[in-house]
Each structure stands twice: as C-alpha cells, then as structure tokens.
C-alpha cells in the first residue's frame, strides 16, 4: 500500500560536529549512535554493525580520541567535537601491517570482525608494543567475537604487527601456490581492511530502506492488519502485507510451507513470521514506522511439546499443514533385541541436546534494484542463490529470467542462510515500488527469523560381547523441528544415518523423527545432525567401555570402521574410511601421556558426510575463461564464499591445473548462469568445487587454453542411494566422509579444559593453513555447544528469551583453552585430489569428548547439553 498524499515528512534534527580521520564533519542529532552517523550519514563502512545497539560483537570498535570505543554503544551528541578513526583513517604503512599479517597467519575468514579487531588491536600494540602478551591479547579481545577462527591465527596476526612495528621488517607474504599450498585467503588483505564490502555496505541511488513488522504471538489467527498509522509517519513510502503479493505466498528449500508474509485470514506458526513490510527513506523511519503497523489477533495456545506434538488428538502447529510429524528416517538390520540379549555388556541413556543459534557476525541482508525493463537485480549472502531466485520469481510471478541473485560474500552463516530470511519481502518491496530497497535485519529479529541447531532427544541402547565388540546398536530420536521445514527433515536424516559412528555393528535399528511446533524453526547447522548422534553414540561407548573394562581408546580401535565392512545404514565403505584409524591410531599416544601426567582425558571419535548424498543427484559447474584484452583468466563458480575459502580453492585448483600466476586469475561467483550447484553446504564447497574447477581447466588445456571462450566444466556425484531404501541391501548413501579424533584435557581437580588437541582426517588439505583454521574455529565452536550455548525458548509462548549476543552463551578468547591441529591425509577414491572437507566434521567429536573428561575429574556421566564445567566461572559464557 502506498502513501496516499504521496509525500515524505522529513525529521527535523540538530547537527554535531566533530572530525572523521582528520576531516571536519557535521551530522544529524538524530543518529541512535556513532555508528550510524558513520555507516549511513557519511558512508564510512569498515566499522561493521552486528548487534547494534547492544555493543557485543565489537565489529563497530573505531578510535575516539587515540581510545578504542564499541560505536554503536555511543550517541554522537558525546563525540562533539572529538577526533575519530576508523580503520580508513590508520597511517598507509599500518594498515598494511594488518593486511599482510593476517593474510601470512590466516587470521580471518568471513572477515566480518576483522576491521573491529584490528582497531583494538592498533591500540594494544601503540601502548604495549612487543610487550603485549597473549594473556593481554585474550583479555582485550573480551569485547570481539569472532565466530570463524577460534582466535589463535588472530593472536599470531597481532604478535607478527607488533615485531614488525619494532623490526622494521616488512612482513613475509607467501605467494598463493597450488593444491596442498598454504599461500594466503583470497581478498584477505580487502577483507582485513574493511574494504570488501557486505550487502549492507552497498548504497546505490535513491535507494529506500525497510523494516520488518513480526509477529506478537507463535499461533494465531490474523483478523486485521492495519497499516493506516505506519503509513502516516514521517518519512514512509510504502508498507505491504501478504495481500499485496501477486504470485505464491510459500517458499522453501524442499517443502513450500514458508509463507514469505502471513496475510489477514492466515495463521501465524512462530515468532519469526512477518506480517508486514515498511518502506521509507532511511532505516531508521523505516523500524519506527514498522512498529506502529497494528494486528488483531486470535491468540491460540501454541504447541511446544514435540513428543505431545505427536500425540493423537494434538492441534496442528502449522498454518496449512496436515501433520505435526514432518519426517520419519529409519532402517534396520539384523535382529537387534535378539543380539542384545545374547550380549556380555549393554548400556542404556536418554541423551539430550539443545537448541543452538548460529550467531554469524553479519546480521542477514538484502538490496533489491529493479532496472525500470521488468528485470529484478537482488544482492545477497544467503548459501542458495539459485533457490533464492526461483522462490523470489515465484513469489513475483515472473519468470527466473527476470530475476537475477548476485551473491555477495558473507560474514558467516554456517548453515544459517540456507534459507530466506527477508530476502523475499525485500525483493517483494522493490518490485512493487520499482525502486531500490534495502532491508538490514536487527541482530534481535535475525534470532527470531533463521533455522536454528536442532534439538534433539535420543535414546540409545549399545551393546558388545565380553571382548568389547559392538553387537547391536538401537537408536531412537525426537527433533523439535520448530514450524517450517527447511531442512529438518534432512537434518534428522543424517543424524539417523550417523547413528552408530565410524565403528562396525552387527545389528542395528534406527528411527529418527522430525517435528512441527511453534518452537524457533531448526535447520542447516554446522554437523548438521552428525554431533547430535554422535554425542550420544560417544557416550554410550564410554559407558560400555567402562561396564565391560576396557579403556576408551581400545574399545574404539577394536570397533573402528575398516574398508569393506558393512557401516551403520548398510554401505560397504571404501579405502577412505582409513582415516578413522589413522585419526585413532595417532590419539593413543596422546591420550596415553596426558593420563600418565595426571591429566582427565576424555576422547572422541566422529565422521561426517560430506555433500548431500542419500540419492540426491549432485552436479556443479564451473568456468574458466582466459581474457585477451588484460590477460586475466576468469575462474566462474556459483558458490557462497562465507569464510569457509572457497575461493581460494578455486583458484589453488586453476593455479594447480593451468600453472599459471595466481595474481591473474579473478574468482568470480557467477550467477548469470545456470551452473547447477544448489545449496552451499554439507562441506560441498570444496569436493564439488574443486571437481568442478579442476574440469573446467582440463578443458582449457584440451582446447590450448583459446582466449575469450567460455571453457566449461562438470564434477557430479550422481550415484548414492537414499536412506532406508529396502530395495538395495547396500545403499551407497554418501560418496565421501571425513573422519576426526579429538581429545580434551583438562586438570583434575577443577575440571578447568587446559587443551583440545585435534586430529582432523581431511583426504588432501588444498590449503593446510586456512584447514588448520577451520579446525581451530570449529573446536572453539564445539566447546561452547559442549559446555556452554544454548537457544532457550519460553515453552509458554514459543518466543525465544535470548535477545542479545551476550545470551547465547558463546565463549569468549579468555574461555578457550589451547586448541592444537593436526591434519591427517588418507585420500578419498573418486574425489578431487582425494578431498574430503572439513567444516562440517570440525565439532562432530567435541562435545563427547568433554563429556568424557569431565567424568574422569568427579564420576559424573553427562548426557544432556550444554554442561557445565566444574570450578567454572561461566558468568560471561
């Protein structure tokens, strides 16, 4: 609905005046914050906005007067006439101390925090110089979160500026090389400084802004949405509802259940549903008026119970849904009861996992720019573009033509922008209006708005002869799925088919279920179902190793999976899954003397598939393109760079292939195109990436490398077999796993974790450096998913009661413990260069592992996170 007087009242405001790297400056009053007045007033876009106005992620940290300040947490009327810094402002030979530094040590990955971090850390190294120790480092960086990296590689970055300041040594980049190199990110000099942009950082001409207005209730009828007061204040364009969309009301990953608006008539289904959108000139109009938008509600009682969910008699929880069971996996082989009982040792728990958000850096964002000729240009992070832009068109009712999704690289999602978030009511705005919209998520309704880690409760029962071989395994799982189906039942999935581990059992028996509540919706997380499985099948090794005497290493070697034998679902592995016992075989020695020092131990072993399997057929493309006119050479993929490298892989793989220089080649995510990726995820990056890749430049070469040719290439994986399939006694249900051992130490008197020491099977680390990274960052994740983080929900209203960074129990550098890395390379046949990935597998086999160390220091046997260690202060965490 547009204004109807067609006019704009704008606020009047004072101004203040102060300076900006040197230069004079005079803003509006009437900014919420610094950082306002600096991202939106005058353009200055290092300083990143992930919490505003919370001041808990420390990306907005800029200078005030020679001191570090978190921006968002100060008004501008307090800055008036004090000198301001940004990273732009740094002297030239500073700022490219930092870039080259934290390109040398890998210290970012999204690079979202970076700018922040190097803000604090210029600050640091001008008052300590070379004094400044890791312990001052840890403490400082109290006020930054990075979600990526686990810190350490951002410690070694900070120590190498603050030698180089007082050598006079300029800092040692290696050049980015082939396969197995660990030359630098690619952009990481770009991103360290702030100067490769994000969505939110893009302005273009006359671009509006909007602001969401979500629901107040989990489950309730709309009566009436009355826009008549948001239109009328100061500043507003437009606002729309579900009535005013002109194509389909649903979108989704898989199930089209998603309404992209809930109508008059409709049914809310949980706190992140969007009854309307507000558009004015700036974003600040833009969220006051969003909060004047009016809604009659009928309020039901919601459904929040997923095991009454399923109870006959229970009320549906979602709008236009048949079912609350949204999934059902399951298979079986052998007679289980049968094999249990004939065993020498058996153990029974209940193992309980909790809700966990994503927490990325960068809250999600989406610009919509129609051309005025009926076509739609969208700028995007999500992880699915070309999803993106079929729901957006569907949504429309254009053509896909119409519609193109330019992906712009992220600041992390792990999984957690698999799905839209505001990316079709954004477009839906643009499209109506035929002007650009931008529409920026606050961190508190990006809580609300994306899939969640799933909660999920397992009952397992473990059993094995009087040797300690495994005899027969019975899984049986609940996973609150939250309302809408993204991917949940995906997720439940993988965890039923994760069940058992990397270890042979003779019998097995397995059901795993998904289900609709009015919960937060879950999805696509990091492990994606794998660590939840594998927390209990952990546990319930280490409860049976002790029942029946035998040590945790040993009753793992006895059981670990071996090429040829017959894993959990029914696949007979390959040589690939020698990684396992490489991973095992080098914790022994590791286990054994921290024992011998006195240390708890606890151990974990896991797997984890990478790409979609279960008889998904996989294709991915990709483009090589040599350029005559400035001797570039183009490599095009359709991949979401989100920190993970992806474009670096890229580039090693043409590095690699062509031998060429790698300062030519230009890594460009082409969405133009169909190259028939689908989402970025499961660790697809890099197998099919590089497969992909790798084709594109067999190719070339087979074509003499012609210039200004478009040379093509193709990487599937279009032979797997769906879980449960009682038609093939074999299933071939993921081409290729990575396999991880992972021991935490800690002091037995207080429980107090000293060191996580992580043995990572990768196949072929394309980049050992950016690998060994990712490990580190999925350690630091997986000890807050142990030990600390957690979703809550009121189980009265469905609505999450975490609002804030500070909520989610997320640890902070001075909480993590040393994290050492060791990657292990037992090739996977079939794969490129014997790839095998290694986001997803990074937190598989923390969690248990703690959980085991733990137990060793009071005899307690966990089975329910997030724990809590003992002597602990977990007052910040």
């Known amino acids: 609905?547009?204004?109807?007087?067609?006019?704009?009242?704008?606020?009047?405001?004072?101004?203040?005046?102060?300076?900006?790297?040197?230069?004079?400056?005079?803003?509006?009053?009437?900014?919420?914050?610094?950082?306002?007045?600096?991202?939106?007033?005058?353009?200055?876009?290092?300083?990143?906005?992930?919490?505003?106005?919370?001041?808990?992620?420390?990306?907005?940290?800029?200078?005030?007067?020679?001191?570090?300040?978190?921006?968002?947490?100060?008004?501008?009327?307090?800055?008036?006439?004090?000198?301001?810094?940004?990273?732009?402002?740094?002297?030239?030979?500073?700022?490219?101390?930092?870039?080259?530094?934290?390109?040398?040590?890998?210290?970012?990955?999204?690079?979202?925090?970076?700018?922040?971090?190097?803000?604090?850390?210029?600050?640091?190294?001008?008052?300590?110089?070379?004094?400044?120790?890791?312990?001052?480092?840890?403490?400082?960086?109290?006020?930054?979160?990075?979600?990526?990296?686990?810190?350490?590689?951002?410690?070694?970055?900070?120590?190498?500026?603050?030698?180089?300041?007082?050598?006079?040594?300029?800092?040692?980049?290696?050049?980015?090389?082939?396969?197995?190199?660990?030359?630098?990110?690619?952009?990481?000099?770009?991103?360290?400084?702030?100067?490769?942009?994000?969505?939110?950082?893009?302005?273009?001409?006359?671009?509006l802004h909007a602001a969401l207005h979500l629901t107040a209730h989990t489950r309730a009828d709309i009566v009436r949405i009355d826009l008549s007061t948001a239109l009328a204040a100061p500043g507003v364009v437009a606002a729309f509802t579900g009535a005013d969309v002109p194509g389909e009301l649903y979108n989704g990953i898989i199930y089209k259940d998603w309404p992209v608006l809930i109508p008059e008539g409709g049914r809310t289904s949980y706190a992140g549903d969007v009854l309307a959108i507000v558009v004015a000139e700036s974003r600040q109009l833009a969220r006051a008026a969003a909060e004047l938008v009016s809604v009659e509600y009928v309020v039901m009682q919601p459904v929040t119970d997923p095991v009454a969910a399923l109870r006959a008699g229970s009320p549906l929880a979602v709008w236009n849904t048949k079912s609350n069971e949204l999934s059902v996996s399951e298979y079986a082989r052998g007679d289980v009861d049968e094999a249990l009982a004939d065993s020498a040792f058996v153990v029974s728990e209940t193992f309980i996992t909790q809700r966990v958000e994503h927490a990325f850096l960068e809250p999600e964002s989406t610009l919509a720019v129609p051309d005025g000729e009926g076509h739609l240009h969208v700028y995007s992070g999500g992880q699915g573009v070309w999803d993106d832009r079929n729901d957006i068109a569907r949504i429309l009712a254009i053509t896909n033509e119409q519609v193109t999704v330019e992906l712009v690289s992220n600041g992390g999602a792990f999984g957690g922008k698999e799905d839209m978030s505001n990316q079709g009511q954004t477009a839906l705005a643009a499209w109506l209006l035929q002007r650009p919209v931008k529409c920026t998520l606050s961190r508190e309704e990006s809580f609300r708005i994306h899939a969640k880690r799933h909660p999920i409760t397992m009952e397992y029962t473990l059993g094995c002869d009087a040797d300690g071989t495994f005899t027969a395994l019975k899984m049986r799982a609940i996973g609150d799925s939250g309302a809408y189906a993204s991917v949940g039942m995906k997720v439940l999935e993988r965890a039923a088919g994760h069940a058992s581990g990397p270890y042979r059992v003779g019998a097995i028996d397995v059901r795993a279920v998904a289900v609709r509540t009015n919960n937060p919706v879950c999805g696509a997380f990091r492990g994606f179902g794998a660590n939840q499985a594998q927390f209990a099948m952990e546990g319930s090794i280490d409860r049976l190793a002790e029942k029946a005497g035998i040590s945790s290493w040993a009753i793992r070697k006895k059981n670990v999976i071996h090429s040829g034998d017959v894993w959990g679902p029914g696949q007979i592995m390959d040589d690939g899954c020698k990684g396992a016992e490489v991973c095992l075989d080098k914790a022994g020695p590791i286990v054994e003397a921290a024992l011998a020092d006195g240390k708890a131990v606890g151990l974990g072993l896991g797997l984890k598939n990478s790409g979609l399997g279960n008889g998904f057929k996989e294709i991915a493309k990709a483009v090589v393109r040599f350029n005559s006119h400035d001797d570039s050479v183009e490599v095009r993929h359709g991949w979401t760079e989100m920190g993970q490298g992806v474009h670096t892989v890229a580039l090693q793989v043409a590095v690699e292939e062509l031998g060429i220089d790698p300062a030519r080649i230009k890594v460009i995510v082409d969405t133009t195109r169909e190259l028939g990726q689908g989402q970025t995820t499961g660790s697809r990056g890099t197998l099919m990436g590089a497969g992909s890749v790798k084709a594109a430049c067999e190719a070339a070469r087979a074509a003499n490398c012609a210039p200004d040719v478009d040379h093509e290439g193709e990487y599937r994986v279009d032979w797997t077999t769906k879980l449960g399939d009682p038609t093939v006694e074999h299933p071939i249900i993921h081409s290729t796993f990575s396999y991880a051992a992972q021991i935490v130490i800690a002091d037995k008197a207080t429980g107090a974790i000293e060191k996580v020491v992580a043995i990572h099977d990768v196949g072929c680390a394309v980049n050992p450096q950016l690998c060994s990274g990712q490990v580190e960052g999925s350690v630091h994740m997986g000890l807050g998913y142990a030990l600390s983080e957690e979703f809550p929900h009121d189980p009265a209203t469905g609505f999450p009661t975490a609002t804030t960074l500070r909520h989610l129990g997320i640890l902070r550098p001075k909480d993590i413990p040393e994290i050492e890395v060791h990657l292990v390379e037992c090739p996977q046949p079939n794969s490129p260069y014997g790839v095998k990935g290694v986001g997803e597998i990074g937190l598989v086999p923390t969690a248990p592992a703690v959980a085991a160390a733990l137990h060793q220091v009071d005899g307690i046997w966990r089975n329910k996170l997030p724990m809590k260690r003992t002597g602990a202060d977990d007052s910040e965490s």
């Open 1 to 207: 609905m547009l204004r109807e007087d067609g006019q704009m009242t704008a606020v009047e405001t004072n101004t203040i005046t102060f300076s900006v790297n040197g230069e004079s400056v005079e803003v509006s009053a009437g900014h919420p914050h610094l950082l306002a007045a600096l991202r939106d007033e005058l353009g200055v876009t290092s300083p990143k906005d992930g919490c505003s106005p919370s001041g808990q992620c420390g990306c907005c940290t800029v200078h005030v007067d020679g001191k570090p300040i978190v921006s968002c947490t100060v008004s501008v009327a307090k800055v008036s006439g004090k000198a301001i810094t940004t990273l732009e402002g740094l002297p030239e030979s500073h700022r490219r101390d930092f870039a080259d530094a934290f390109a040398a040590c890998g210290g970012l990955q999204c690079g979202f925090c970076t700018p922040g971090i190097v803000m604090r850390a210029e600050a640091l190294i001008d008052k300590k110089g070379t004094d400044l120790t890791r312990d001052d480092m840890k403490r400082h960086l109290g006020a930054h979160l990075c979600r990526c990296t686990g810190y350490v590689k951002i410690y070694d970055a900070i120590e190498m500026v603050a030698e180089t300041r007082q050598s006079g040594t300029p800092v040692a980049v290696r050049r980015q090389g082939g396969v197995g190199s660990s030359g630098p990110k690619y952009e990481a000099a770009d991103l360290c400084l702030g100067d490769r942009g994000y969505v939110d950082d893009i302005s273009v001409p006359g671009m």
